[in-house]
């Protein structure tokens, strides 16, 4: 069973960025997909972007396309999310969490980190 734990989150102005990054324990990380949901207070966790076990796709919610990038370095068992250009609408909770299947549903993923809050001000 894999375990998660976010950190990279933080304060920061509208239009900044902020690279947040998971490290996942056990050896088969790279047989999980790994994913980025959020969830901003009072609303339903959501997904954010996603990407496949080699590394080799990914998929993003349309809010974040061409700010958000997802990627995985396998050797260091880390998926990271690199968020540019931010707004104060991306303000939430933001958890890495993986499956061994595919897809956007947050009923798919197995595991989950604690999560890492960021906060963008205007």
């Known amino acids: 069973q894999v375990q998660l734990v976010e950190s990279g989150g933080g304060l920061v102005q509208a239009g900044g960025s902020l690279r947040l990054s998971c490290a996942a324990s056990?050896?088969?990380?790279?047989?999980?997909?790994m994913a980025w949901f959020r969830q901003a207070p009072g609303k339903e966790r959501e997904f954010v972007a996603a990407?496949?076990?080699?590394?080799?796709?990914?998929n993003y919610v349309d809010s974040v396309k061409g700010r958000f990038t997802i990627s995985r370095d396998n050797a260091k068992n880390t998926v990271y999310l690199q968020m540019n250009s931010l707004k104060p609408e991306d303000t939430a909770v933001y958890y890495c969490?993986?499956?061994?299947?595919?897809?956007?549903?947050?009923?798919?993923?197995?595991?989950w980190g604690q999560g890492t809050q960021v906060t963008v001000s205007s």
């Open positions: 056990g050896r088969t990380f790279s047989s999980y997909a």
């Open positions: 969490t993986g499956t061994t299947g595919w897809g956007r549903s947050v009923s798919l993923y197995q595991v």
């Open positions: 990407i496949t076990g080699s590394g080799g796709y990914a």
